[in-house]
């Protein structure tokens, strides 16, 4: 069975920065995109970051999306070799407290494609 597990989260001052990783594992034959949501108490769950492979050789390091209030500040980031995603977060607002998700659309046969989810970790930025 596949197992997202992320780790990295913790509290920290504002203007600080954590780095989230997200490590999967089990029967995978190839992971297609990455991405880290974000739930926030009383608010929706949304998306932080998301990478993506490259259709192509020259566009292998994939392509990456952002939400508008993670520009400039997060970055995500992969290890194809480990399994791994990451996301660096600096300049951290209060408003980025949240549960934060990892997310892998992944194949474990080579013809199937599915989601899987994280257990999520905690990142408290203390005002």
């Known amino acids: 069975q596949v197992q997202l597990v992320e780790s990295g989260g913790g509290l920290v001052q504002p203007g600080g920065s954590l780095r989230l990783s997200c490590a999967a594992s089990?029967?995978?034959?190839?992971?297609?995109?990455m991405a880290w949501y974000r739930e926030a108490p009383g608010k929706q769950r949304e998306l932080v970051a998301a990478i993506r492979s490259g259709g192509s050789t020259i566009r292998s390091g994939g392509s990456t999306t952002y939400a508008d209030s993670a520009k400039g500040r997060f970055t995500i980031s992969r290890d194809n070799a480990k399994n791994t995603v990451y996301l660096q977060m600096n300049s951290l607002k209060p408003e980025d407290t949240a549960v934060y998700y990892c997310?892998?659309?992944?194949?474990?046969?080579?013809?199937?494609?599915?989601?899987?989810w994280g257990q999520g970790t905690q990142v408290t930025v203390s005002s």
């Open positions: 089990g029967r995978i034959f190839s992971i297609h995109a």
């Open positions: 997310n892998a659309d992944l194949s474990t046969a080579g013809w199937d494609s599915r989601g899987y």
